[in-house]
């Protein structure tokens, strides 16, 4: 019987001919924590009695939730990470290289690889062929010193999408659909893996918006092939030695198949406060914005600037709504310059702010004010997410952000595209 991606990649990886069900021993080829989840496994480590790490150059802690850090206590978390870094050789990537799942894409993650972080977006690697899943600090920091962990190996969801984008239609469309047909919990502790003519033609960076976003239905990973859109992309970031062809078996058994027509597609936003809460941008036209945000490890990459760029070139944004550009890396941040992109954002009025996680869950950057109402590129409108409880957060692609900045309400990107 044939393996699908989960299967496959943890079958490789624990020496095992794992299925659906199994409990596995799994190698780590990468793990890592962010600057709110690091100083608890920190912490955990030394408490374990732990004293080295099991593969310093595969151990990696990023300070990029609190970048810069805005008050005294994160400032002395960040601290904390850049001792034990040089205390154990892992690599640290500071205030400014950017988001933690954008980083692990640009320079670490390789296809086939297991990857696990103390984040419930590492899912995100899943973009290029990894087994990437979120896990606690303490699990990270067993991962840290045996470079190893366990899964119970997931079963899968296929989900095919055929057809195609029509203009103004992004993967942050698609994966909001899928969300949104699923539910937030459709997906619970299964894989989700992607096939289908318009995935095989996709790019990285739009395979890792969505598999960024398949924890948001549940899931413990979301899995792509990795092809020759996965080689061109390691090519681009230096990194071509990485890449491996990896794809399912036709014979693999799923749990669930889900087809999708793309070309069905509409402009989708997820409404608060749940993400699974979801409409298309033409149901909600004239919704009043007092904030767009354009960043974060599911909106802020080159393609989402690029988009928006389009979008403002001599246009800006509405005097009653608040623009903030947030690019998800440096190399991002630095290639928007080089192509102009920057330039067009900040004459359309966009405050543009260090790379990293920014005003996403309202640590700092644009924290909203009571009763205001947030169009975001991100992953998540919880209540609080970006601050404050009485604020209101609406999900969608930078598209659909662009446009709605410019008329200062929620808008269909179609009709200025
Ligand atoms: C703060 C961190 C624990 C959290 C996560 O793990 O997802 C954050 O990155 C988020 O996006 O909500
Ligand atoms: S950008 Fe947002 S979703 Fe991504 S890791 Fe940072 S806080 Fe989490």
Known sequence: MGKTLAEKILSLKSGSDASAGDIVVSKVDLAFVQDTTGPLTVREFWDNGFTKLANPSRTALFLDHAAPSPQRQLSTDHILLRKFARDTGALIFDVGEGVCHQLVAEKLARPGDVIVGADSHTVTAGGLGAFSTGMGSSDIAVAFALGKTWFRVPETIKVVVSGRFKHGIYAKD???????????????????????????????????????????????????????????????????????????????????????????????????????????????????????????????????????????????????????????????????????????????????????????????????????????????????RMGNPEGFIYLASAATAAASAIKGEISDPREVM
Not at 313 to 324: D, G, M, S, V, Y
């Open 174 to 384: 698609l994966i909001l659909y899928l969300i949104g047909l699923i539910g937030a919990d459709g997906a619970t502790y299964k894989a989700l893996e992607f096939s289908g003519n318009v995935v095989n033609n996709m790019t990285i960076a739009e395979r890792l918006t969505i598999a960024n976003m398949a924890v948001e239905a549940g899931a413990k990973v979301g899995l792509f092939p990795s092809d020759r859109q996965t080689l061109e992309y390691l090519r681009s970031v230096g990194r071509e030695a990485d890449y491996q062809p990896l794809a399912a078996d036709e014979d693999a058994v799923y749990e669930r198949v889900i087809e999708i027509d793309a070309t069905a597609l509409e402009p989708m936003v997820a409404k608060p406060h749940t993400v699974d809460n979801t409409a298309t941008a033409r149901e909600l036209k004239g919704t009043k914005l007092d904030q767009v945000f354009i960043g974060t490890c599911t909106g802020g990459r080159l393609d989402d600037l690029a988009v928006a760029a389009a979008i403002f070139k001599n246009r800006r944004h509405h005097p009653q709504t608040r623009l903030i550009v947030t690019p998800a890396s440096q190399k991002v941040y630095l290639e928007a310059i080089r192509l102009g992109y920057i330039e067009i954002l900040v004459q359309a009025g966009a405050n543009v702010m260090p790379p990293g996680c920014g005003a996403c869950l309202g640590v700092h950057q644009g924290v909203l004010g009571d009763g205001e109402v947030c169009l975001s590129t991100a992953n998540r409108n919880f209540k609080g």
